[in-house]
């Protein structure tokens, strides 16, 4: 005996690159999935789907961004502002960019 499958497309949009201080993204939070691993961490960095009015973003985590955006967060709305760079602590390391994050109904 054969089951069917509904099969769903796992997508992912277009990746938002915070290259300059004051870009910001808002849109409703679609999916969270984990990213690449992290030797010194030896855990994977977050991946998150943003549905916005332009379509849907991709946003690649940082450690401060996943300190911040909720992790039942999927549904709900969320702004990322970019709002600086810090100089790294390690020389040779990039700078580490700071971000505000919101969350809304």
Not at 82 to 95: A, C, D, L, T, V
Request: net charge neutral; charged share 30%.
């Amino acid at each position: 005996m054969t089951e069917k499958i509904e099969w769903t497309e796992v997508k992912s949009g277009e990746v938002f690159i915070f290259d300059k201080v004051g870009l910001a993204i808002e849109g409703k939070l679609a999916a969270i999935r984990d990213g690449q691993f992290d030797r010194e961490t030896g855990q994977r960095s977050k991946i998150y789907d943003i549905e916005t009015a332009e379509g849907l973003k991709t946003v690649f985590g940082t450690s401060f961004l996943e300190s911040r955006v909720p992790a039942d967060g999927i549904g709900k709305f969320l702004k990322i502002e970019f709002i600086e760079e810090q100089p790294p602590k390690i020389r040779g390391y990039s700078p580490m960019k700071v971000f505000k994050v919101f969350t809304g109904k």
